[in-house]
């Protein structure tokens, strides 16, 4: 008689259940998110979900275990998918020379601050990534210049903080 009274008086938790199987709490919302990017010659589109907290903020999260976002190009070129929160993608130089500018593509995991940029470029017809490092993009206004061609060389500039983590450096 004691234990039906305790499960009497445990307060329920209710949770929406999003067609995809996560939990999302009253007045959350997935919203989806399709961002055009023009990209010289060619176009590339964007496509994930994001979780939409109660009060409309947008939350790190897609309410799901994993998130991806597909990144689908016009013409002929194939798609890209990559595990993250969000998103930005431009292009950078012709690194290899075929006369098609390389993906600069920067993607956020768990902190919006910090992103992972990697260079990606198409090679017989299959994207390939180039190189990769993290960054520290709040105070970046210029993220373009993170890629320095010097002569064939090319440098991919990333962030590392100091020993006490007061502050970060190239």
Not at 14 to 30: T, V, Y
Not at 99 to 105: A, Q, R, S, Y
Request: hydrophobic content about 40%; some cysteine; overall charge neutral.
């Amino acid at each position: 008689m004691i234990m039906k009274r305790l499960f009497v008086h445990i307060i329920p938790i209710f949770f929406l259940i999003h067609a995809n199987g996560q939990k999302l709490k009253p007045n959350e919302k997935i919203e989806h998110v399709e961002k055009k990017y023009v990209l010289g010659n060619f176009t590339a589109t964007t496509i994930y979900d994001r979780l939409i907290l109660a009060d409309g903020a947008i939350e790190n999260d897609c309410g799901k275990p994993v998130c991806n976002i597909q990144i689908k190009f016009s013409s002929n070129i194939p798609e890209i998918n990559i595990e993250a929160y969000d998103i930005f993608i431009d292009t950078t130089y012709d690194i290899n020379n075929d006369g098609i500018k390389e993906l600069l593509i920067y993607h956020w995991w768990v902190e919006h601050s910090w992103t992972t940029i990697s260079v990606c470029s198409l090679i017989n017809n299959k994207w390939t990534e180039l190189q990769k490092t993290k960054a520290f993009v709040v105070e970046d206004e210029d993220y373009k210049n993170r890629v320095l061609k010097k002569g064939k060389k090319i440098y991919l500039i990333g962030d590392s903080w100091n020993k006490d983590f007061s502050e970060t450096h190239k």
